[in-house]
């Protein structure tokens, strides 16, 4: 499988600032993707980050709010913006399985832990 | 739109017997179904999948799951547990592609000593 590493692993942060997480793969992927899961809960889809192109977002989450890039295959960012203790989560990226895997499975980074003060 | 229920919130088990969690999901077509295992302070780690064939599919760690298309379920099963089983697992569904995954709500398993 893909190896995927995320930077910070995990960051407290103060009330109107702004993080930005990063992703990078070991293999080059057309697509990535930004999950959250907020605490006790499941993971929600916030977007998905196609190179080349403009990140496309789910239903309740805005770019304003969750600014992407994807400058290459291997590489993407997810910015929290204004944060406020609601954006309080792990942030997750994932990749679809490349070559002999099968495309429709999903590979996850470690997640990013995000405390809000 | 495809959902996951997975009804079993918590459960507890005692090492060495026998685990069933369930999974049910709603597609309107062929799913790609999984299971993913998440460790206390860690992240997704697939524990196995099922795109089609065989019902019964195996997975890492001694896992099993079985898919029903009548009852429209993937259950996970292990016949014994280990204390290194505890852990949040998350069932999904996929509709095929390099698409995103649509996730259940957990089950979180505790094992007793």
């Known amino acids: 499988s893909a190896v995927i590493s995320q930077k910070p692993s995990r960051d407290i942060c103060q009330r109107g600032t702004s993080l930005t997480i990063q992703c990078q793969v070991d293999?080059?992927?057309?697509?990535m993707f930004w999950y959250r899961q907020q605490p006790g809960q499941s993971l929600t889809l916030i977007a998905t980050?196609?190179?080349?192109?403009?990140?496309?977002?789910e239903s309740g989450f805005v770019i304003d709010k969750f600014p992407i890039s994807r400058p290459n295959l291997t590489f993407s960012t997810l910015t929290v913006s204004n944060m406020s203790p609601e954006d309080s989560s792990i942030y997750l990226c994932?990749?679809?399985?490349?070559?002999?895997?099968?495309?429709?499975?999903?590979?996850f980074g470690p997640g990013t832990r995000l405390l809000v003060l | 739109a495809q959902s996951v229920t997975q009804p079993d919130i918590h459960i507890t088990v005692s090492e060495g017997a026998s685990l069933e969690l369930r999974c049910n999901y709603s597609y309107g077509a062929t799913p790609y179904l999984f299971w993913y295992v998440q460790s206390p302070g860690q992240g997704l780690q697939l524990l196995l999948k099922y795109f089609s064939g065989d019902t019964l599919v195996q997975g890492i760690k001694g896992f099993e799951a079985e898919f029903k298309r009548s009852q429209s379920s993937f259950n996970l099963r292990k016949p014994s547990v280990h204390w290194s089983d505890a852990a949040e697992y998350f069932c999904?569904?996929?509709?095929?592609?390099?698409?995103?995954?649509?996730f259940g709500s957990g089950t979180r398993l505790q094992v007793q000593p």
């Open positions: 293999s080059q992927v057309t697509m």
């Open positions: 980050a196609n190179q080349g192109s403009e990140a496309t977002y």
């Open positions: 999904a569904v996929g509709a095929g592609g390099r698409r995103a995954l649509t």
């Open positions: 994932s990749v679809p399985g490349q070559g002999a895997m099968r495309q429709e499975t999903q590979y």
